[in-house]
């Protein structure tokens, strides 16, 4: 899920706070440290393996997370009009599962985060710094461009989503 608030926010146990920065034409989304909190009007991503929802708390004297660049835009405290934002992508589950979906308009509810990117690029890759957890998919040796979603299972015909192809995660 994406996340947004006009305050410092503590991240719960069991959850992984994420803010995404660019280089070249990597996106990469970066861990905030389990010690600080999200700071005030960040948009982030939020990873658990729970079920159910997380329960998101105002920081009580924890320092929030050092954070220069971010490519996650935020709509903290109200709802955010989208039709003046160029090159945004909200997380959805749309025609090939969750990913991010480019946004023609409408609203994005308060609280909620969206990728702003300024690329030409139809396909962008997504990296996760440090170890994902996802292991490399089986590859056909007949067919050396697969695309598999982010439960491993191989998609024949890819649309916009995230994807991952020969090991490395995409946006397409």
Do not use: W
């Not at 329960?55 to 955010?80: F, Q």
């Not at 480019?102 to 690029?121: F, I, P, V």
């Not at 890759?125 to 056909?140: K, L, M």
């Amino acid at each position: 899920a994406t996340f947004s608030a006009p305050f410092p926010t503590v991240v719960p146990e069991g959850v992984t706070a994420y803010y995404a920065t660019k280089d070249n034409e990597d996106v990469t989304l970066n861990a905030i440290s389990k010690r600080n909190a999200i700071p005030a009007n960040t948009g982030v991503i939020l990873v658990t393996k729970q079920n159910g929802d997380a329960v998101m708390l105002p920081a009580a004297g924890e320092t929030a997370a050092a954070i220069s660049t971010n490519l996650l835009g935020h709509s903290a405290g109200a709802d955010k009009e989208m039709a003046g934002v160029s090159n945004a992508y909200l997380l959805t589950d749309g025609a090939q599962g969750i990913g991010f979906y480019r946004c023609s308009g409408g609203t994005l509810s308060r609280n909620k985060a969206y990728l702003q990117l300024e690329s030409t690029q139809q396909s962008l890759r997504i990296r996760v710094a440090g170890t994902t957890g996802i292991e490399s998919p089986e590859q056909d040796p007949e067919d050396s461009m697969q695309f598999h979603d982010l439960m491993g299972r191989r998609v024949k015909n890819p649309e916009k989503g995230i994807y991952i192809v020969n090991g490395k995660k995409i946006i397409k």
